[in-house]
């Protein structure tokens, strides 16, 4: 079902109140975005790692240096119209939550205080089947599928009506769900309707949150590897509602390293043998991961970057072989500060080796912040242009960028920031960027 | 001067021997691409690292997988037309040399031995004051400039003639000269002829090779930081004789690594406190580095780099402040494997800072022996369709690409990247390549 | 049973050929260490890492500079006096399974190529149940543990009269067998001879080629983390015998890297809070010890080793809290050559934190081939000086040394080596080395 | 001149309180100290890394578990007895300086603000000859060498009159001097007085410290590589005046891996090609060292460790030949975080090599403060027993260990923790521990 997106001077202004609903909210994530987004707001901090509140974009030819400011080229929400609710299935306050997580400094936390501890999550819809390591009392009482929709969407509109809101962006900041394989559940939207009505246990929490959010004409961001949207059915449901979609997992740390680096070796035609990459961890997310279902679907969604930069169909000689590892370990003493080590075995001129270490000592949430920051932005954009559907264009900000069926993902980080700001480009009538620039030389 | 290049029917076709003519011939660069291209021909080892032989290049769609080998998709000289000379300043022939440098085992070298043996080196132009840490008897005996660039040509004109050579390439592969500053001399064509008279000491080795291969209608390329080419008197004879230079100062190791890795830090906003790069080498190279003059030339070749992609004057609050340093020290026990170390400090989200290691166990003349293949093959590509000065499109495979005047040079490997591929595509008739797809998507 | 050991002039002179008996002679660090051996009979190599050819030991006073190597105080076995013989599960010579290792390079195995194609195994004792991973066609027919013995000693017998042996030690060089609790057959020697009859379960292949040996007289040494004479029933047999064991697992890599950093963190002071140590290795080491069961028996020999330097419950505020991770992977790429990552969280004064991180590019079979020799020759010195039973002065050499009951393990790398050196000079009557020196600058 | 130094019931009891003199003390190592005792004292915080707080020793033999702190054995002055003054160029309290010299946070600067408030350091001794890329405003007015001796001395009597303090210890917390060779003025006492008179300007500032020290009957400890105490003149003087000596430069950081390292190659026989070790730095001390004079005091104390420890002259084959590069490159964004990386190429078995990467990421004033504690307590306990001269059973602190003439200095931390432990047995009349334990096993 393709539509007309809309130009320029056709998409709408961004008017009103951007409601951000997030499920997951007392999460280390979902707290340093929040606390982030407030201290900002205050004049207190920089919003580094956000492309919509500090990237620039280059405009025509390269000896004319015009480089606005994204956000002065595409009409985005304002930081000031930002209102935020969330579901968590611990029942403290943002201000408690963010304390708790220890990835900001307690000064930041309390400087913007009283507006976290305004924050307080909702019950979330919860079931441990999907989250083994993982508990918490705030959850909601239904037990059907159908009622816990019922009582998203019942949340979602008494927030709306009490805070005057004109569009939402739902994004999904919670826990990586047990692994679930595609199954006819899923490859339907009348299945997957069916499925709902009977309970189907193949429907996880996060897919009660997305159907509530697409049914009510919000879209939906995961940043989860979860399966959530990433199913037939989903799409089906996205494209009929109009609402756009985007996922899956956020790309943060070894994940970004990698899609940085692979693109580099691959332009250099620099061969593989292997790739070893150790992660360790300490917070939430290392505990909900020390479980082993949870850690496939995170596992799924780290090696299938390598295959997909490297083609080894297309350079099988450089490519086919490489042994890929990933490795998580739980880590108490790190806390929220991911320490990712990888060890890169690659061959050169007449298959000569050499090897390349990376020591990353990251910071989880604070790579994962604006990314959640520049997705609601974008995605509140792609409706009000009414690009609806799949995201594509979004896939710099994921582990497993979606895409139609008959494309495959990219995950070359630099093929994604081409691909998002020539969309960008695109969308307010400037020209496409070539780098050709040969014009500079000769008479073509 | 811009003249009209060729395109796709119009461009020479690759017909008879390409001689490529080596300065610094002996060196383990040098002899490293020779022992390569010997055993490649003998299909004993594969050209990994070389786009020209292994590289592909999509064109169309996404969906149409069409993804011909870029040696399939322009005209480029066979390997097996390729015949080779250079000059040195020791005598040794190529198999003594290259068993020397210790970069290739003594089995691989062995297996072309006959062919190397064949390699001798005609005596090099030298000035001890371009080069503190370094001496050697093969010299030419002439005092003047101007002798010594007739000796340079006429050893041109016999190897052209005994080898009936239909077209030839110059590439520098010697080591890196003392700094110099671009003075009165350089500034134009007039001023540099006069200066080859009065035998000006403004006037290295490196520039006396290239006046002979440009006055001779030969492209030259520069692999190492020295200025030669890369002076208005330099870029007005090319134009003049309509010849293809390219420069400067292949890039390997670290410096690869660096344009790596700094476009993925830019393309996430984030921001960068400081970048501390040291490197261990062992070879002839770093013993001439060991020397502070020649250092100086190396260092502003690799400083400049990360100020070029980075932007500070776009980026002041993320770029502005960064510290940079860069170590060589000289290691004997590494030999010609190059190790590099880079600390880098970045920062996020409300200014959190974060670090990243690399440790890079790398080979020098591993990495560089694929680009003086790619250099040469292209250069004559160049030549054969008209295009003639500054070849920007190759970009991609120096620490300081040249540029015209009132441009700025990419050092961003991936824009490198896609501007080559996408003047091949210009070349060859074939659609651009903007990533954008969103017709994937919408009826735009 | 405690007996009276012998002293300098009363301890046996080392006359006649000595026999190494090796499980395992087909592996890797047999075949280095067999290789190495001939390679240095043959004056082509040094015998680096071993204290028995290369160690010196000061005696007297530190102004005397009275430095003799150990080899020239203490009567060892000459390398020309050995004679090699082993078993293992598959049936190639010594030198192609040593080709097949790749630890070597060719040109050093070939060197000693007729010597290693001399060494072919016996059928071996095997067990899959033991050793999940492995499976080879040469093991021995006989199923009863008895007959099993038999056959060892048999072996044996045939080994001593062909050559003319005078004396023999065996190690074994086998891989990690499966991990086995301490149960009541191994509790008494009755018990275990019991055990022998009803063949019993739980005693492994190892066990019944350490019973052949000491049953023969012949010292045995344990280079894996196999339980074998680490047990209560051959702690008696080998007194009863008269024999000297020695064990458990060779002290390399990794492990080796901890009793060096450990002591050195404590003689400061310096408190620890984490220390995550990962290795890779692709050898069939890596392959075995993908195996669950394995992978336990090694853990628990690897984790001991931190408990027991710092010993938290002398230094509970410093050592009691710290968390303590060990992961083996299997990664191909890296062959025989095992890589360790250590990331070390350590706190200084007031509590404050800083990290240590180690990358150690080691070759496991290089380490371990020296040790080998020091044990035989070490252990053989034992038995001449009629040290019976266990050696703990030998615990420099191992990741869980064993001692006696009501002791404790020495695992620190420096009070190892004090011990050995001091045993050898209280051997040879020298007086014992304190470091006090005071006197050199008092009157005491 | 040697005396008789007293034991056990004859040491002097630390009754009254001592006094602590500081030249340096508004520097970081010094502050950090200060800061330290005061938080310790108030038991806010733990004396990590301190041996005379935390440290145990073990008595007798291994099963009596007999292991008493330390300060239990030997009589310490108690942390409450300690007085504190000293000496800076900037006249900043102490509070000021720790707040700007950022090692402790500032909420555990506050916590003890008070008490470093009242902590301001008298105008020092400076002289920007010995110390370029320093400057600063409280300097004494003096500009003759024995006037300055005086001027120190009247601060020092006035100290001791106004606090009833009973003993005294002078520790060096200041910067690096430039490099000096020992010359006659340094040969002996009577050259020394002339050059005091003549205002010789081979006499630094930190010589006319420790001269106002010893004669005070104060002992004197050398934090710095300066040369100060580590000349015969000093030595005699210190004979002279029945005072002890102790040097220099506190072993922190880097070195203290070395020779941790060091000798746990060195135990295994393993060889040494290379070492290289660079290290980045951002406080005074990396502003200081970036002078070159400066740094060659810092260079010739960090080389020497390797050679004395790895004693080339006695494994010619292992350690003769290895490469030793030390780089201490400026970088402020590392702040007083000093960092180190070392690269080890080693040999084995064979000459195998193998590499050994340590990335240590530590903090030089918190590694600094404890030894600083210790040393002011041991040289007070030193001399309360009557030892005067060099201590060199305190080599354990430092990473250039002054010892007699007929001897070599001792780098080995494990041999220098035996030595300093058997020396307080020694003191204490308790059983010097050797570890031979053949007693647990043998009829001796």
Same mark, same amino acid.
């Given at each position: 079902m393709r539509g007309a997106m809309r130009r320029k001077e056709e998409i709408k202004r961004p008017e009103g109140k951007l409601g951000i609903l997030i499920p997951g909210m007392g999460g280390a994530v979902s707290t340093t975005f929040l606390a982030g987004v407030q201290t900002i707001r205050q004049s207190l901090a920089l919003p580094v790692g956000s492309l919509t509140q500090m990237g620039t974009i280059r405009l025509g030819k390269r000896f004319e240096y015009r480089i606005p *400011?994204?956000?002065? *080229?595409?009409?985005?929400?304002?930081?000031?119209? *930002?209102?935020? %609710?969330?579901?968590?299935?611990f029942p403290d306050n943002c201000?408690?939550?963010?304390?708790?997580?220890?990835?900001?400094?307690?000064?930041?936390?309390? %400087?913007?205080?009283?507006? *976290?501890?305004g924050l307080v999550p909702w019950p979330a819809v919860f079931n441990q089947t999907f989250v083994k390591n993982l508990d918490g009392p705030n959850v909601k009482p239904q037990a059907s599928h159908l009622e816990?929709?019922?009582?998203? =969407?019942?949340d979602i509109e008494a927030f709306r009506?009490?805070?005057?809101?004109?569009?939402?962006v739902m994004i999904w900041c919670g826990s990586t769900e047990a692994y679930l394989k595609p199954s006819a559940v899923h490859a339907t939207l009348s299945n997957f309707e069916a499925g709902l009505k009977d309970n189907d246990p193949n429907i996880s929490p996060s897919m009660l949150y997305a159907y509530a959010a697409l049914t009510?004409?919000?879209?939906?961001?995961?940043? %989860?590897?979860n399966l959530t949207v990433d199913i037939a059915a989903m799409e089906e449901l996205a494209d009929d509602c109009q609402v756009a979609i985007a996922g899956k997992d956020f790309k943060t740390g070894q994940t970004l390293m990698k899609t940085i680096l692979a693109p580099g070796l691959k332009a250099r035609m620099l061969g593989l043998s292997g790739w070893y990459s150790t992660n360790i961890l300490g917070n939430r997310d290392g505990m909900v991961l020390d479980d082993k279902?949870?850690?496939k679907t995170k596992e799924e969604s780290k090696l299938s970057v390598l295959d997909t930069i490297l083609q080894p169909q297309v350079?099988?000689?450089?490519?086919?072989?490489?042994?890929h590892k990933v490795v998580i370990n739980y880590y108490p003493p790190r806390g929220d500060n991911k320490e990712g080590w990888d060890c890169i075995d690659i061959f050169g001129w007449l298959g000569y080796p050499m090897q390349i270490k990376v020591n990353f000592l990251c910071r989880d949430s604070i790579l994962a912040a604006p990314l959640v920051l520049d997705l609601v932005l974008f995605a509140d954009l792609a409706q009000r242009a009414a690009m609806s559907g799949i995201q594509e264009w979004l896939s710099?900000?994921? =582990?497993?960028?979606?895409c139609a069926a008959n494309l495959y993902p990219e995950h070359d980080l630099f093929i994604q920031s081409i691909k998002l700001k020539n969309t960008l480009r695109y969308l307010m009538g400037e020209e496409q960027i070539t780098h050709l620039g040969l014009d500079y030389y000769y008479d073509l």
């Open positions: *400011l994204i956000k002065e *080229l595409v009409p985005l929400a304002d930081l000031d119209d *930002l209102i935020f %609710a969330g579901w968590d299935v201000r408690q939550a963010a304390l708790q997580c220890k990835v900001l400094n307690q000064d930041h936390v309390e %400087a913007v205080g009283s507006f *976290l501890e816990l929709v019922d009582a998203i =969407k019942a009506r009490e805070n005057a809101i004109s569009r939402c009510s004409g919000i879209p939906y961001i995961n940043g %989860a590897p279902d949870s850690f350079y099988p000689e450089l490519y086919r072989e490489f042994f710099f900000y994921f =582990k497993s960028p979606q």
